[in-house]
């Protein structure tokens, strides 16, 4: 590794999961395997196949403590997760929200903030129905600022006074990961000293329709909530829709530093690509050549060896593509099972929150390697057959463990992967 | 002395003031923007919630020009009596 590159350090963190909001209340339901999938009556009544889903409990209610009554008339549920997870990460680097009402701009500062369906809810509740009935006018003023797909980005830096690149990208199940590449290599490159890096995704009948139509989510535990999200298990049975909010800050090694600020860890490489659509893969199936190039991209560019990898954070979503990405790994590190990093899936518990599924799973990881543990993956007391050899690589009860590196992976529809390695700071 | 409209449009204005200390002593005179800091975006939310509260209709050219709460006032009032 070169000695002159800028590096990038994790100083803060925040998460708005379906099984708990704020990293402590994560953290210990991480610790105590505690599923946030639960029953959701308006899905029954829509006569969806899968009938649960993770929701994040309580956040209308602490919403005001965030923003004004102005404010929350023109934020939508994907806006709500973003920026309350963003705050809560901004809080936890020691870094002040400043007045609305003040003239600094933090220069040095900007976001990235993804999404996969930003403010669908917002389009399938209001803007289109008032239009179809010939009613524009009655739409209010607040449509685009929340149906943009800007809308999160752009209302969080307006919250902290941002003054460097603001966006939002997309990249269907990798955009977590992808916000948190960007970010990274913004910092990298000396264009900004620090970004706020993550994701957010409602928890709209809307987006999980598209999925449960193509018989892509698990319907046979509307019974059992908690026992329905399996990634990596035999009974596995298609993935369950979640909603949430994660992001990171990210900052330069030297800024941080410069203030005293605490590191989580460090960001030692980021790399995305895309299959192409050829060699197996499709808009909706991997290419494991290009899944192996990723992760195999991303050990090099951190400067390490495949056996460094202490532990990984799965896509694992709980569909047949499962057992896939456990052999695509053991390919990508030409390890035997038996010397496979430990792997776990957080979406056992939270369920796959999509645009801000990567996001969440970063905060899941820096929560392990600052903590010294790694999670139980919920549900899967039956391995799937096909990767049976990897059963005791699979952390299936919460460990106490210190780990130095850990990666973490995300693939998304259109074929594209994403890999964050992450090290310990010590 | 009171007055129930005031009062009515007072509280349709009140989310969407940014300045609550300005609303303890809100009056016929106070500006949605300037006194109140109003979004200015948000002055089509007001009107839109006025037409609800009152079941009237307010035309762009009308609600051009209801700056003040006492001209909101005023302009309700007018329609009510036709």
Known sequence: MSTNIRRVVVTGIGAVAPNGHGIKEFERALRDGVSGIRFIPRLAELNFRCQVGGVPQGIPEVAPKYFSEDELLAMNEAMLYGCIASIDAWRDAGLEVPARDSQEVNWDSGCVLGSGLSGIDTVGGMLVPRIDAGKVRRMGSTMVEQTMSSSISAKLSGLLALGNQVTSNSSACNTGCEAIHDAFYHIRNGLAECMVAGGAESASPYIWGGFDAMRVLNDTSNEAPHKASRPMSASAAGFIPGAGGGALILESLERAEKRGAKIYAELISAVVNCGGHRLGGSMTAPNSVAVQRCIRGAIAAAGIKPADIDAINGHLTATMADPLEIRNWAAALECPPDKLPFVNSTKSMIGHCLGAAGALESVASILELKHGFLHGSINCEDVHPEIAAFSDRIVRKTVDRQVNILAKTSFGFGDVNGCLIFRRWQ | ?82
């Open chain 2, 1 to 82: 002395m009171s007055d129930v409209v005031m009062d009515q449009v007072v509280a349709i204005v009140t989310p969407f003031a940014r300045n609550k200390e300005a609303l303890q002593s809100v009056g016929p005179d106070s500006t949605f923007l300037q006194d109140l800091q109003v979004s200015s975006s948000r002055l089509v939310d007001i009107i839109l919630a006025i037409e609800d509260k009152f079941g009237i209709e307010v035309d762009d050219t009308e609600a051009d020009k209801i700056n003040t709460i006492g001209a909101a006032v005023s302009l309700i009032k007018s329609k009510q009596t036709h």
